[in-house]
């Protein structure tokens, strides 16, 4: 929200085994990828978990294979099924999924991902995915059987057409995307259509300096565009501002740790 404010310490509210992401639905509701091949649900206040989808490691419909990523929409959860190469809907509930994106082995066709990550599912259920290793943001509308590249794409570099390593992934009320360009240390705005994108946060080189990133994994943006990084390397959040040229640190501002007001290595936001 554009009016946000954020404790100096945190709580646990969740014990997860290797957790890779997380998502909070509108109830309150914890969503997160769990190291045994499920997808985890929290209600809040809630000591334990339950299991809403997966349990068991395969291919098959109703398994998963170390899911990395997870985006609820209308009460259907979509699951970055990275070993398996594709992404996975799965209606709250059912007993199985259904394949949404990928799921054609591993590859650079458009009707492939390879070791993806982050994911966003839009108002009309289009699924944009960063297809990692292929250096590419890609959108799967409903139905397809291939996506379309919408950033990147262009091989790995630092260019304004070029993404490396690209995580998470974010879409703002335009439908602008930004994308948490995890080896090049920035954050990337790419405009729906556009062939470039454009740096909003970090591009100064690896390093701890208000003006700088450090591998950064997971972004999301508010209402007034304010950019939110999660900046994993310097164990913090860091708040960008519209067109400004350093961010703040909201969350994680005392160093490396396991205390209430500390940070490590964080993956998702």
């Known amino acids: 929200c554009p009016s946000g404010s954020w404790n100096t310490t945190g709580i646990r509210v969740a014990r997860v085994n290797l957790p890779e992401d997380v998502f909070v639905d509108n109830d309150g509701n914890i969503y997160v990828p769990d190291n045994s091949n499920s997808i985890q649900k929290w209600l809040p206040n809630a000591i334990n978990s339950i299991i809403v989808a997966g349990g068991s490691f395969g291919s098959d419909m109703n398994q998963l294979k170390n899911p990395i990523g997870i985006f609820v929409r209308n009460n259907n959860l979509y699951i970055v099924d990275n070993g398996n190469f594709r992404v996975q809907k799965w209606a709250y509930g059912a007993t199985s999924g259904v394949t949404v994106a990928g799921g054609n082995s591993k590859g650079s066709a458009l009707n492939q991902l390879s070791n993806c990550y982050g994911i966003y599912v839009d108002e009309h259920e289009n699924v944009y995915i960063a297809d990692r290793d292929n250096n590419r943001v890609m959108k799967w509308m409903p139905g397809a059987t291939e996506g379309i590249v919408v950033a990147g794409g262009n091989g790995e570099g630092r260019n304004s057409n070029q993404l490396t390593f690209p995580l998470g992934i974010y879409l703002d009320n335009d439908a602008n ?14 405009a729906q259509g556009a062939t470039n994108g454009i740096t909003v946060a970090g591009g100064n080189g690896g390093g701890s300096a208000p003006n700088q990133l450090s591998l950064p994994r997971a972004v999301s943006v508010d209402t007034r565009k304010n950019v939110y990084v999660l900046d994993t390397f310097n164990d913090r959040v860091q708040k960008w501002a519209p067109r400004a040229s350093s961010g703040i640190t909201i969350i994680g501002s005392d160093g490396r740790g396991s205390r209430p007001n500390q940070l490590q290595s964080p993956f998702g936001m």
């Open 177 to 190: 995307i930004y994308i948490a360009d995890y080896y090049n240390d920035r954050v990337q705005m790419w």
